[in-house]
């Protein structure tokens, strides 16, 4: 039997774990709930991907298996999710990384670019021609983040409470945002989260509503366009830490927030990478995420070219979320 892999996509929010052979047939594609090691622990991660990979059917150790998760920031983190992943025999070869090597490698074949990751939360990497790599820790606010759809839904809340006691501008929203959540005004939401009655976790169902109203909201469109600015400071950044490069970098976005595809947000992203000067070409990356992971799994066993595109071909990956 050819060599088997695991090509693992874990998120805050849902895992994808994908059995394939080198020649790039799916075994099997399997989905469960979040195995960030920031949420569960490395053990509860880890508990959560094994559970899949039962699931999947692999038996006995298969030669590789690709890691990609959120909430894996550090070397240290890197480097212990490994050890610990490799002592569950689930492959000879255990390799771990960040959720933003998968949207790279997804959107781009070429080895090298710049990743921008908006799902729930925001991150951002840059790998250059020489495998030079930009990373951000993506810890938050103790690490200047701000962005993705928890960000975007709780910037709506605030704004929201401003409108209706007069510190901020009117907006919509001031109506939207308590509505959403089965309320009448922004106090009676304060209320609600502060007992515990609506989490804060829900925020991040708020941002389809302000990429909607931003037609027509000036308060919410300035909230899409902070997110804009966000990306392109974080490209930006990625682009100064891996260049000088001598040919244009491929710029590949990724998540629920950018294959949402609102226009408003993608030509204000566009303007602003423009005006930086620097050549790139900007790709918004269809395939989810696993499929990133997958394809470094066949990196890794020296797969042909045809199983890369047998594995991009399979049906059963257009139903997976980008999270």
């Known amino acids: 039997m050819s060599a088997l892999l695991l090509a693992v996509d874990g998120g805050n929010a849902k895992t994808d774990l994908v059995l394939a052979d080198r020649e790039g047939r799916i075994l099997s594609l399997v989905h469960g709930p979040g195995s960030s090691p920031h949420e569960h622990g490395v053990e509860g991660a880890l508990d959560r991907i094994e559970a ?14 690709e890691l990609l998760l959120a909430g ?12 610990r992943a490799q002592q569950r025999g689930w492959a000879d070869h255990v390799e771990v990384g960040n959720d933003t090597f998968a949207v790279l490698r997804a959107g781009t074949d070429r080895g090298w670019g710049v990743a921008v990751v908006c799902g729930a939360g925001i991150n951002c990497l840059g790998v250059g021609p020489d495998g030079r790599e930009a990373r951000f820790p993506a810890l938050g606010d103790i690490t ?4 993705g759809g928890q960000d975007v839904g709780a910037t709506a809340v605030w704004a929201a409470a401003r409108s209706e006691d007069g510190r901020g501008p009117k907006t919509r929203l001031e109506h939207l945002v308590p509505a959403h959540f089965g309320v009448t005004t922004p106090l009676e939401l304060a209320e609600a989260v502060h007992t515990g009655a609506v989490s804060r976790r ?7 509503l302000v990429f909607a109203e931003a037609e027509q909201d000036p308060v919410a469109a300035g909230i899409v366009a902070r997110l804009a600015d966000e990306i392109v400071a ?4 990625a682009l100064e830490r891996i260049g000088p490069v001598r040919e244009p970098a491929d710029v590949v976005l990724g998540g629920g927030l950018m294959q949402a595809r609102n226009p408003r947000l993608l030509t ?3 303007g602003g ?14 395939a989810p995420p696993v499929v990133g992971a997958a394809l470094r799994a066949l990196d890794a066993l020296g797969a042909l070219p045809a199983a890369y595109a047998r594995l991009r071909g399979d049906d059963r990956l257009t139903e997976v979320s980008s999270g």
Request: negative net charge; charged residues 20%; glycine residues 8%.
């Open 72 to 83: 894996v920031d550090f070397p240290s983190e890197v480097r212990n999710l490994q050890a």
């Open 273 to 286: 990478l423009a005006e930086l000067g620097v050549p790139h070409t900007l790709t918004v990356v269809e």
């Open 202 to 208: 829900r925020f991040i169902e708020l941002a389809p």
């Open 144 to 147: 200047g983040d701000w962005g």
């Open 268 to 270: 204000s992203i566009t």
């Open 52 to 65: 899949l990979v039962i699931e999947a059917g692999a038996e006995g150790p298969v030669a590789y298996a």
């Open 234 to 237: 974080l490209v930006r950044v």
